[in-house]
Every structure is written in C-alpha cells, then in structure tokens.
C-alpha cells in the first residue's frame, strides 16, 4: 500500500470522458512522471490525485483513507499542488502569495510566527526569488512567476508534491534549474515527487518511476524509464520513430528521433530504429 493511489477512475469534464478504469500507485519516496501524448489525461490524472477533479467513478487514496473525506486544510497539509496555470490576486506582491503556502498549517490559536517567515524566506531563497519578495507578481515574466509558485508550494512543507509542467514558461536554463530543485528535494529530504512533463529526455534523467499514458487515459508502461523507455513503445505511443541511446551524463535513455526522409517517405532507418536499442 503507498501513500497515494487511485483505483478504478473514471474522470470526465462535463460530458466528454477522459479516462476509464484507470488506476495508478505512486511509490513512497520516489520521484515520479507522467509523460504521454497532448490530451492523453495527463493533467487530468493528476488535478484527480490532487482532489481538484472528482471522478466520476473510483477513488484516490490518501494514507489510507479516501481523500474526499478530508477537509481540504488538512489535504493541503498532506499534499502540495503547482497547477499548470495559476493567476495571482491582483496586486499581490512575491512575498505575500509565497507565504499563502502558510495558511494550511495556520490555526486559530496558531497565528503568523518565526516559523513560519523562515519557511517563507527559504522558500523564496531556494527557487531565487528572495530578490523578488518586494514586488509586484503582475511585473515579472512568465519565467519568474512560476519559479514563485513553487516557492509558495514548497512553502505549504508537504512531504507529496504534485507538479504539472513545473517547466512551463520557462527556458531551458532555468528548466533544468527547477527539475534540479525537484531532484535535490526528493534525493535529499524524502519528498514523493509527482511531476507531469512533455520532454521525454528530462522524464527520463529525473524520474526514479516513469508512468506512460496515450489517449483515453490508459496506462501502458510502467517504471524505472531504463526499462520502459524503448524505440518500440516511443513509436507507438507518440509516433516517433526513434534510436534509444545513453544519456553521456546520466546513463539515462535518451531519445534520439530518426532524421526525415527528404523524399518524404519513411525515414529510412525505421524498419531498424531498434537495432541496438534498449
């Protein structure tokens, strides 16, 4: 039994059905992604694991019990959640939305403390954003913005954290800056990590546990990505004909797509795009 698990989702907007019969179990301790084409359920799965979206059918589990059946502070003390999109109140400066993250541990008798500003300050230090506290969130690039918002999720001190595009907006620097952050936090303080990403090559350098999905919320492969990860299911689930090769600084799989035909056939690798691959 982990921590977080679902069992027999059925997840729909509306009237238009996601996924079905879908279930999942994210290992304790581990640091796990989701990958999958656009509109496989990524996001979906993940807004369900975080008591964003409720099923249709099934349930998610929260240390064992169902997690509808908290109140939505004490979630909020279990599990933290980086939304794909996020808008701020409007003239809200940096270090007021970061120290939002607070209120799930705040308490009648419990007001603002030491603690709690030191969190905060920590928070901001480690995404490098203290420099930002002062200003307005409405001034500053997509870039910055996000690295605030986890700022105010790594505020919230939960051991889960739920992360969807934790990358979006930014460049590739500060891309590989957050996903180092999400490393040293899983690696160094036992976080359970769970992450939705598009890059398959940074899925596969950071997960410890790879879950692929393809459209209709079905789960195809799952775990370490050196094992998932292979030309044939890279084909069939994305449609990319594609060389499996080691990462030279990880050891990882790294994704290698095959160059196009220029007569506009099949590239002419692809019948043994798996020779030597994994």
Request: net charge negative; hydrophobic share 40%; charged share 25%.
């Amino acid at each position: 039994m982990t921590r977080l698990h679902a069992e027999n989702l059925t997840l729909a907007y509306d009237q238009r059905t996601v996924a079905t019969d879908l279930g999942v179990a994210i290992p304790d301790g581990s640091f796990t992604v989701i990958v999958g084409p656009n509109a496989c359920g990524k996001s979906t799965l993940l807004k369900a694991l975080a008591r964003m979206l409720k099923p249709v059918t099934g349930a998610v589990y929260l240390d064992g019990s169902a997690i509808a059946e908290y109140r939505s502070k004490e979630v909020a003390r279990r599990l933290g959640l980086l939304p794909q999109t996020s808008i701020a109140p409007s003239g809200i400066t940096v270090g007021d939305l970061v120290a939002r993250g607070r209120y799930p541990h705040q308490r009648l008798l419990r007001q603002w403390s030491g603690e709690d500003e030191a969190v905060v300050t920590e928070s901001m230090r480690r995404t490098g954003v203290l420099d930002l506290s002062g200003r307005l969130v409405d001034e500053l690039s997509g870039g910055q913005r996000q690295r605030v918002w986890l700022a105010m999720v790594l505020a919230q001190q939960t051991s889960i954290l739920l992360l969807d595009e934790p990358t979006t907006f930014l460049d590739i620097a500060h891309q590989v800056e957050v996903l180092d952050l999400c490393a040293d936090l899983h690696e160094d303080e036992g976080h359970t990590l769970v992450a939705v990403l598009h890059d398959l090559n940074q899925a596969c350098r950071y997960a410890t546990h790879l879950i692929v999905m393809r459209p209709g919320g079905e789960v195809v492969a799952e775990g370490d990505p050196a094992v998932v990860i292979t030309a044939e299911l890279v084909d069939d689930v994305f449609g990319l004909p594609c060389r499996i090769i080691d990462d030279p600084e990880t050891g990882t799989p790294l994704v290698v797509p095959l160059r196009r035909s220029r007569s506009g056939r099949e590239p002419a690798a692809r019948a043994g795009a798996a020779t030597g691959n994994r």
